[in-house]
């Protein structure tokens, strides 16, 4: 197993940045592939990014190309998810999650563990 910790959010203005971090412990971080969600009130969680095992393969959510940057240190077992030019529309709770399989990167069902969630909020 491998237990997720996320942190970093906070309030910020339009236009602004944010970097969250998501430290695991447990088993081999390197092992899982990492990915980031989001969930703004009264809608479903959705994805923003993911990391493949390697650090090296990307995938994001087109609402976030070119102003997000998802990173890892396998070293330390620690994810970030780099956030510039943030918008309103950007505000929820960010959650890094894991898996070791993760068929399919952007479904949440994909994933096995999830950090408790961190408080991103944009004000225009």
């Known amino acids: 197993q491998v237990q997720l910790v996320d942190a970093g959010g906070g309030m910020v203005q339009a236009g602004g940045s944010l970097r969250l971090s998501c430290a695991a412990s447990?088993?081999?971080?390197?092992?899982?592939?990492m990915g980031w969600f989001r969930q703004a009130p009264g809608k479903e969680r959705e994805f923003v990014a993911a990391?493949?095992?390697?650090?090296?393969?990307?995938v994001y959510a087109d609402s976030v190309k070119g102003r997000f940057t998802i990173s890892r240190d396998n070293a330390k077992n620690v994810g970030y998810l780099q956030m510039n030019s943030l918008k309103p529309e950007d505000t929820g709770v960010y959650y890094c999650?894991?898996?070791?399989?993760?068929?399919?990167?952007?479904?949440?069902?994909?994933?096995?563990?999830w950090g408790q969630g961190t408080q991103v909020t944009v004000s225009s």
């Open positions: 999650a894991a898996t070791s399989s993760g068929v399919v990167v952007s479904r949440t069902s994909s994933y096995d563990y």
């Open positions: 447990g088993r081999t971080f390197s092992t899982y592939i």
């Open positions: 990391i493949m095992r390697s650090g090296v393969t990307t």
